[in-house]
């Protein structure tokens, strides 16, 4: 098989896996690679290149970074496929139809389970045991297209979604370049996602994050695998937003929202039992491990976290 002249998009560290196969694979040419543009980031707000422009640069691959593609301009190219991954802008259909083969993406769940932008955190959060990579061809709707091929793996108990979105990139790399050839070759034939089993999951926000203490300790370990780093989880201390940075469930029977110490060690109470918190941030002061916070704000346990 001849060389696919191929144009990526993508901007996360998911597309950098993604990418990364694709450039090692004998079988694609890259032509050129389409990220988001350099975003503010930190507190000083500096410009920060996202992940698959840096490595665009370090493998000397063309880079085009437009703010939107709703007017966008391909140019010259004669590309015969576009592969999307984790990229985060709007694909108008004059795009996606552009190249002979389509453009096909690499979605991180069992389409058509988890339409929408949080599939991974949703699995998460939801409790669910299993989840995985959907190789589909893009059309105009949200992650609406024929797919391709799928493969399902299952959710371990304590794993973040750093750790899940990690693990499915490198499963999706595989997939992907496993499920080309055969659509390219027509020994695969892209079947229509069944409309009826639709759920949606949608974009994340900070409000996400709260914890409603009236949860179950599962629920919430669940929302804290699936929201951190970002959003995180938080809570409120006198007027003060809390963010719990390393927790984990505890057998230890407390009245919901109540602060319990012992022996420099923290547990707030849930529906069913507790959480044990191991690192913490109050709002406007640095990271800090619990000790530390705890001979800080001794009388943290005299009152109720909301």
């Known amino acids: 098989m001849q060389k696919i002249k191929t144009v990526f998009f993508g901007t996360h560290d998911f597309a950098v896996t993604i990418l990364q196969g694709l450039l090692g694979n004998p079988l694609f040419d890259i032509e050129l690679v389409i990220t988001q543009p350099d975003r ?3 507190r000083k707000q500096k410009l920060q290149a996202s992940p698959v422009k840096i490595f665009a640069e370090k493998n000397n691959l063309k880079i085009d970074q437009p703010p939107s593609l709703k007017n966008y301009e391909l140019g010259t190219l004669n590309s015969e496929l576009f592969i999307v991954a984790q990229y985060g802008l709007l694909i108008p259909k004059s795009i996606l139809d552009a190249p002979k083969h389509g453009t096909i993406n690499v979605h991180t769940s069992l389409l058509p389970k988890y ?3 949080s599939p991974i955190q949703s699995a998460i959060l939801n409790g669910d045991k299993k989840t995985g990579v959907t190789i589909m061809l893009m059309d105009e709707g949200m992650d ?12 371990l108990p304590n794993e973040t979604y750093l750790e899940l979105d990690s693990r499915l990139a490198k499963i999706g790399s595989d997939t992907l370049l496993n499920a080309i050839p055969k659509y390219i070759s027509d020994e695969v034939i892209p079947q229509t996602q069944d409309e009826s089993q639709i759920t949606l999951c949608q974009k994340l926000s900070r409000e996400d994050g709260k914890v ?27 007027d003060k937003r809390l963010k719990l940075l390393e927790i984990k469930p505890s057998e230890k029977k407390i009245k919901p929202g109540k602060v319990v110490i012992e022996n420099d060690i923290l547990f707030i109470g849930t529906k069913n039992s507790s959480i044990q918190i191991f690192k913490l941030q109050l709002e406007g002061k640095p990271s800090m491990d619990v000790k530390t916070f705890v001979n800080g704000y001794r009388y943290i346990d005299k009152t109720s976290l909301s």
């Open 212 to 238: 409603s203490w009236n949860k179950t300790t599962e629920e919430i370990y669940n929302q804290y695998r699936a929201l951190t780093p970002w959003p995180g989880v938080w809570t409120v201390w006198n």
């Open 40 to 42: 503010p980031a930190g």
């Open 115 to 117: 339409r929408g932008a």
């Open 144 to 155: 609406s297209g024929p797919i391709l091929t799928q493969k399902e793996i299952d959710i």
